[in-house]
């Protein structure tokens, strides 16, 4: 029996040994000040050796109650030993298999394994979506928090506003890694070497321009990918997405300017507010018979937040963990929005252009075809070795990446444009397209 009893006693600290020091930290630090630095294993053992301690003693002081007053029968009176040190040890268990991940895990996963990436964030982000339910609802509620409610996800999960479709969605999305995760996949497979063999031939930054950014996931995952091979990459970021309408205008009224900046505060001012709630009301036609104007300016404040810190993650991570790299991120609305802002800042014209799942309800009937191959035409015009990658779909079931040129390209097939002629260029009159089909 002795011999047994300690088999038992040697297997439950051994647990609570290697669950302790195998995990490097239970929080991601993720302030710009802190980053890269990690809590050391000892110190991290004996934190959690402190904490769970008092579980442990609680544990073996109830078993040890319960036999004082033979509630309970045992042939060893060492039970209450076994049972706090188990408990001990099982709590170590459960907190490193449910612990966040430290931001060099997270990092990881989203280069080799982007879908449970996905999926954590995800995890996270459900539960926020909530919180701003309740506060868009509770008319008494200012929205002010919701910095607050951000830093406490954040702190667990850095990447908590990113995002792409998924399964969970109103509809099934044919681009979803739930659903077809080898579609992305093959999508990043040719955008990343295009990217990297720019770089390579490149002295100065190169553009890589994603239109349609949405949630900004799959850029995330292009760029992680770019700069796990190349850490010294020298690229200028561009979003085109009419989600950022407001806050490009937003940016613009803060500085002047269209880059997001890591550490710039994005909540807006009382000042700010009534600026746009103005704005609103005279050029997008909002009516006070809708909402009465606190409740706007709430909405308001709370979308500002939201999305700048969005854009603020993206940027951070990868700046955070490629250090050595020159990375800055410019955000526009559209595509007659962008190329101006490149004419009228005499920037260069995009090196590789990116979109993927344009072709839904909402972006078709914004034009997402048409202003896309506008994009991607004009590029080439002004840069004849701009290339671009679409992943598209011909059906709800067929996913394919296409590749455009202003040239003929042997085997493409011939677009027409009929009588829709380019608005930038009226004698335009076809362009050539390659198209890969993934499933």
Partial sequence: MKQFDTKIILIAFITALLCATTSPTWTIQNKPETKNIEPTNSTCFLKQLTKNSFLGIGVACTIYLLQKFEIISSNTKLLPLYAGIATTGGK????????????????????????????????????????????????????RKIGTIIKKYEEKCPLLLLGECTLNDDKPCIFSRDLNPKVRKLFEKKVVPALLEKLKTSKEAVHYVSFGAGGMFQDLVILTKTLNKNPEANIIIHFIDPKFYLEVLFLEYLHNSREVKKDENYAPTPQALNHFLELGKKDIGIQNNTYDDETIKKNLYVNFSVLGKALQEFISFLQNNFPKAKLSLFIHSETDDYLPYVENHKLPYPDVIAAADIQDMMSLFQGSLYHYTKLCLISQQNKPSSINFLLGKETEKQANISTISRTEIKGAQKIDFGEKRLDHNKKLKQYWKVQQPLN
Avoid: A
Wanted: charged content about 35%; cysteine-free.
């Fill in 92 to 143: 170590y268990l459960y907190d490193y298999l449910n612990r966040p991940y430290t931001t060099k895990e997270l990092l990881n996963l989203i280069i080799k394994n982007p879908k449970k990436g996905r999926m954590y964030i995800e995890n996270f982000s459900d539960q926020f979506e909530r919180e701003i339910i309740l506060i868009r609802k509770n008319k008494n509620d200012s929205g």
